[in-house]
């Protein structure tokens, strides 16, 4: 049986692990074996059943140790593998911290380093002068000469404009479960008065900086569209309850809070809004299509060029293009775009499995 090892930070929250977990299903069906490695012990979420999962942390005493933490957490990791002696037909390093790790362990040389996020971005874009071209150079030693694997074609174009030149690279997105998205998509919407009335819909953290609400708000204002606007989701409500107010959006703005299960507003949606400065590979992007419904995004870092393509592509909008956003708006209510099934089907967990698979061989 074909064995494959999986590195990352933590186990505990946020978009990465619980995506390295689906891909865990998805080769698990698939007839692999998955051992997980999280390199610290904040290991919280749910495992799936069939992986191994082993907690190899490191902290650091003191500066010494601090300032060379990566290598003596590296020979942690060597002395572990050492003591089980297994073999791996695939080992994947996910986020900064593993990459960093593991390119300093004996894995350096067959690993693949996985990238969840635009680099740029992540890495560079709060850095300026002298302190940029010194992080320029810590990346393109990090992934010079290595296997990387990246979300999007976005995200190895962020790369090489960092001026890294791995020895391979291959995209790979994430695991959309379409099946279950689509089954828990037929649900009752709780709210009696939104079942029959149409609405637009985001779905997300309510944040004005990355997913930029007020870019959003503005844009919905611009269009004079009748529908009502849903926000799904938690975050800095008292900001975005600001800027409703001062938009005059009272009347035509929801916020609904989070829910376990958003598939039915997505599915009864005229269309979801996304209006971020940045993003990784945008789930909600491809869960609305796998629902059946129209997108609008701004064309930014990273995913939504790589997602919305073809006839899609009409709800690309340019970052700060308000009346832009607004156009893509009416147009996608007036004059929706067919979904074709192939928008989602490299997206599922056969075909991410498919891919993984690929490079054991």
């Excluded at 990238?115 to 010194?134: F, T």
């Excluded at 089954?183 to 944040?207: H, K, Q, S, T």
């Excluded at 899609?312 to 708006?329: E, N, T």
Aim: net charge positive; charged share 25%; hydrophobic share 40%.
């Amino acid at each position: 049986m074909a064995h494959a090892l999986f590195l990352i930070d933590q186990l505990a929250s946020g978009g990465a692990p619980r995506s390295v977990l689906k891909v865990t299903r998805a080769l698990l069906a698939s007839g692999v074996r998955v051992t997980l490695i999280s390199l610290s012990e904040r290991t919280g979420l749910s495992v799936p059943d069939g992986a191994q999962l082993h907690v190899v942390p490191f902290t650091p005493r003191g500066r010494w140790q601090k300032l060379r933490r990566y290598r003596l957490h590296a020979e942690r990791l060597d002395a572990f593998l050492d003591g089980r002696q297994e073999r791996f037909d695939l080992v994947v390093s996910n986020l900064h911290q593993a990459h960093q790790v593991v390119r300093r362990s004996r894995l350096a040389d067959r690993a693949w380093l996985c990238i969840r996020s635009d680099p740029w971005q992540e890495l560079l874009s709060n850095k300026a002068g002298w302190r940029r071209l010194v992080k320029k150079a810590k990346v393109r030693r990090l992934y010079d000469d290595k296997r990387v694997i990246a979300l999007s074609r976005t995200n190895l174009a962020s790369l090489a404009r960092i001026g890294s030149r791995p020895c391979r690279a291959e995209v790979i997105p994430n695991v959309l479960d379409v099946t279950r998205v689509r089954e828990l998509m037929r649900d009752e919407i709780a709210e009696p008065w939104l079942r029959d009335a149409p609405f637009c819909v985001y779905v997300g953290r309510l944040n004005m900086r990355q997913k930029r609400l007020d870019r959003l708000l503005k844009a919905f204002q611009a269009s004079e569209v009748t529908q009502r606007l849903v926000l799904i989701g938690d975050g800095d409500h008292a900001a975005v309850e600001r800027e409703i107010e001062a938009l005059g959006l009272q009347e035509s703005v929801i916020k609904l809070g989070p829910r376990d299960n958003p598939y039915p507003y997505m599915h009864r949606a005229s269309a979801l809004l996304l209006a971020s400065d940045y993003e990784g590979l945008p789930n909600v992007l491809l869960e609305a299509l796998a629902c059946g419904t129209p997108v609008v995004s701004t064309d930014c870092l990273s995913g939504p060029r790589d997602i919305l393509t073809g006839r899609l592509a009409q709800g690309l909008v340019p970052l700060d293009d308000i009346d832009g956003f607004a156009r893509a708006i009416r147009s996608s209510i007036e004059a929706p775009p067919a979904i074709p099934s192939e928008a989602v089907e490299a997206y599922t967990p056969e075909a991410v499995a498919a891919r993984y698979r690929a490079l054991m061989e």
